[in-house]
């Protein structure tokens, strides 16, 4: 028998159920129960998906309500203690206040999940951090899986990838905790084999990190007494090889292990060599990042020569948890018959890793059918013409280290852009986006309805591109925007106007919370067809003798935020965004358009896991910015923003992107994030966002005046502009108006100081 699972599945639900309901809950509108009863639903669908598929065991434990890593903090107690919150009577509406904040107290902190786009809550711990148990949920679960008759197969987050992902107060020795931990994790650990529970899978995903020796030394220790509750222990990794720690894992005293083979299929041959008897191997061969169908013959072939060595001691599952994908392919009916095939869906997934394991157990022909239509699909999308475009590839080839490069240095440029625009010292402009008003999301949606025509369409648009102008110029800014009123998003905005994209309508996955992204797929060469911003802001221009600022998505940041093919590298689809984008770079340019802004706000999400990996993505990432921005003369003036960043460890890649003004995200760390660019002597101009656009306060003049005051310390006047920290979309117009009016104000105070 081989082994089938996966690390986990998504629980939002295939038509975002949680989501609603959630939002339901917290207006008022369903109450605890009719909540309890849709998420009781979610997860008795999820396991029998996985039990029809033919998987040996459901997986418990990947529910939650909001957040895992929350849940995880509310089954072992430590909450953090500025709640005053009582672990063990802990009812959902306090488990949303830890996750939403309340009137009294901010919101546990919101962080990335590794490299993905899953936003996890960030427990907060301190050196009396008490681990004395809290909510049951977990076994109340697991009894409710139970009780449908499923095979078990709990899953926790590890101790030590737990505290690695804590938040400690300054100065905490987290790794002094495990000694309260490591109690608390036996705890539940004998508990759930009490309840029966023969298989738990720790996830300690760290051990793709580069680990700091003290924490590899944590790991035979704390497994050591985990060893001994009576539970077998899969020790779970994935995102990235653990083969830097092979021999420290391979002598773990746990009866397992998984290894995500999508990300880092090499470090297969690295633990089948003399893997443990007594211990069974899962390989994660079916794809939890992404939605691409699996190559089933060449998946078969590397579990069949792994059996060989493995025997019955093979398991096969996805790389990670399918948290990380949409739910369910079978709903995109729009989607056309040539693409479909070559999707995979979370509950997609299921089926192949139930076909992989029938081939292995009954032989292939018990599941021929599956393996025939799977190879054509396969072969259908390596000759597909959709998918290899001769004039993308032949543009690529020509391409040289000059078009990556403006013609001259900034200094040069610099000189020229101002004789061309003229501006004043400190000059001041916004991220992009306006408030989205009720006006501009109604005429969007009538005009996807069908019931707006193009011309009312864009007359729609047009107003609201003359209200943001008029406004602008009211207030006496000095480069102007358009305000963002036609997109909806600025990564769909663009894909689907380019070759090369697709879209789907329930393909959403869980960012945080009940708030889901539905990102394109990119499965083609990527070219475009024709211009896609240019004539609104050409319209934007006429309206203004000021100079109109272009807005674009850069190359990485669509990257980042799309399903990218996996039949070529990365970079490589990089650079054919890269081109697209020069494109509309050259005719916005064309259309005397001057300054032009490339938005990278994902440009740090790119960062590989291992430092070691990070020169070379820096490397084409910047690379890649710089061909969408050097097609054009020395006068026009590139932007580019970024926002939610540490940039202090990346500043060399962030001036070889040689924009001429970055603005960036500054004003909540109180312009800290800024003194790196002072250290660095980064060299081109910086415009520090001097107030936080998430919030509806209006800081008063002083306060921005201090910031910018702060900003001249660092940066010579000369080189620094003034705007907010990033676009405006989610504002309304009154908070818009009175904070840029303080924002003038406070730059001409600063203008009288210099
Ligand atoms: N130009 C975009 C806007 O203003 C930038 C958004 C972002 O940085 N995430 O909305
Ligand atoms: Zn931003």
């Excluded at 939002?23 to 909540?35: C, K, N, P, T, V």
């Excluded at 396991?47 to 089954?75: E, I, P, R």
């Excluded at 036996?186 to 020796?213: K, M, N, S």
Aim: aromatic share 8%; with cysteine.
């Amino acid at each position: 028998m081989t082994v089938a699972h996966v690390l986990g599945f998504p629980r939002i639900g295939r038509r975002r159920e949680l989501k609603f309901a959630l939002e339901s809950f917290w207006r008022g509108e369903i109450d605890e129960a009719e909540l309890r009863a849709v998420g009781g639903q979610l997860r008795k669908e999820a396991w029998s998906w996985q039990k029809q598929a033919g998987l040996d065991f459901v997986t418990v434990g990947d529910f939650a309500w909001y957040d895992h890593l929350l849940n995880w903090a509310a089954t072992l107690g430590c909450l953090p203690s500025r709640f005053g919150f009582d672990a063990q009577a802990l009812g959902l509406p306090q488990y949303f206040e830890l996750a939403r904040g309340n009137a009294a107290q901010p919101a546990l902190e919101m962080t990335k999940w590794f490299d993905t786009n899953y936003h996890y809550l960030v427990p907060e711990l301190d050196a009396h951090a008490r681990f004395d148990g809290g909510v049951d949920w977990l076994f109340e679960e697991i009894a409710e899986a139970q009780a449908l008759g499923h095979a078990v197969k709990a899953v926790l987050p590890g101790p030590l990838t737990f505290l690695w992902r804590c938040k400690g107060e300054a100065g905490l020795d987290k790794l002094g905790l495990l000694g309260r931990l490591v109690p608390a994790y036996v705890r539940i650990l004998q508990r759930l084999a009490a309840q029966g529970v023969e298989w738990v899978q720790i996830d300690e995903p760290i051990l793709g990190l580069e680990l700091p020796a003290e924490w590899l030394g944590g790991f035979a220790p704390v497994y050591r007494e985990l060893a001994g509750c009576g539970v077998n222990i899969l020790l779970g990794s994935y995102f990235e090889s653990v083969s830097d720690h092979a021999a420290l894992v391979k002598s773990l005293p746990v009866a397992g292990l998984h290894l995500d083979l999508k990300r880092a299929p090499e470090q297969l041959a690295i633990f089948l060599n003399d893997w443990p008897q007594d211990k069974v191997l899962s390989l994660g061969v079916v794809d939890g990042r992404n939605i691409w169908a699996s190559d089933l013959d060449s998946t078969l072939a590397t579990l069949e020569s792994a059996r060989a060595v493995l025997g019955e001691r093979l398991w096969i599952g996805s790389s990670c948890s399918l948290l990380h994908v949409p739910v369910d392919l079978q709903q995109e009916e729009a989607l056309d018959d040539e693409l479909k095939p070559w999707l995979a869906f979370a509950r997609q997934k299921l089926a192949e890793i139930g076909t992989l394991k029938t081939a292995l157990e009954k032989g292939q022909a018990a599941v021929a059918a599956e393996l025939e239509s799977n190879r054509r699909a396969i072969a259908s999308r390596r000759a597909s013409p959709r998918c290899h475009d001769p004039r993308v590839a032949e543009r690529l080839a020509g391409v040289g280290p000059e078009d990556a490069q403006r013609d001259s240095a900034f200094a040069v440029r610099a000189e020229k852009q101002q004789a061309r625009f003229q501006l004043p010292v400190l000059p001041t402009t916004t991220i992009g986006s306006f408030p989205q008003t009720q006006e501009i999301r109604a005429a969007r949606a009538a005009f996807k309805r069908g019931t707006l025509d193009a011309a009312g369409y864009r007359q729609a648009m047009q107003k609201a591109i003359r209200f943001a102008v008029a406004k602008q110029e009211a207030l006496g800014l000095d480069v102007l925007v358009h305000g963002e009123a036609e997109r909806n998003d600025m990564v769909e905005y663009f894909g689907e106007q380019l070759a090369g994209f697709a879209f789907t309508r329930q393909g959403w996955v869980q960012s945080y919370g009940s708030r889901c992204v539905k990102p394109p797929l990119i499965y083609g060469d990527v070219s475009r067809p024709q211009p896609m911003t240019v004539e609104w802001t050409r319209h934007a221009q006429s309206l203004t003798s000021r100079p109109m600022k272009g807005m674009l998505t850069g190359p990485v940041t669509i990257l980042q935020w799309s399903f990218v093919r996996d039949d070529q590298p990365r970079a490589e689809t990089c650079r054919q965004i890269a081109l697209a984008i020069r494109d509309e770079v050259r005719d916005l340019e064309a259309a005397g358009i001057g300054i032009i802004q490339i938005d990278e706000p994902a440009f740090r999400e790119g960062l590989p896991l291992k430092r070691r990996d990070w020169a070379q993505y820096l490397d084409w990432a910047s690379q890649a910015f710089r061909l969408s921005a050097s097609g054009v003369a020395d006068d026009t003036q590139i932007h580019t923003h970024m926002c939610y960043s540490e940039f202090n460890d990346i500043l060399p890649a962030i001036a070889a992107m040689d924009a001429d003004v970055i603005t960036i995200e500054t004003s909540r760390s109180k312009m800290k994030l800024l003194q790196g660019f002072g250290e660095y002597a980064y060299p081109n101009a910086i415009g520090p966002g001097v107030y936080d656009i998430h919030s509806p306060r209006v800081p008063p003049v002083a306060e921005m005046q201090t910031l910018i005051g702060k900003a001249l310390e660092v940066v010579p006047a000369e080189r620094l502009w003034i705007n907010p920290d990033c676009g405006l979309k989610t504002r309304n117009w009154a908070e818009t108006e009175a904070a840029l009016g303080n924002m003038m104000e406070a730059t001409r105070l600063a203008r009288l100081n210099l």
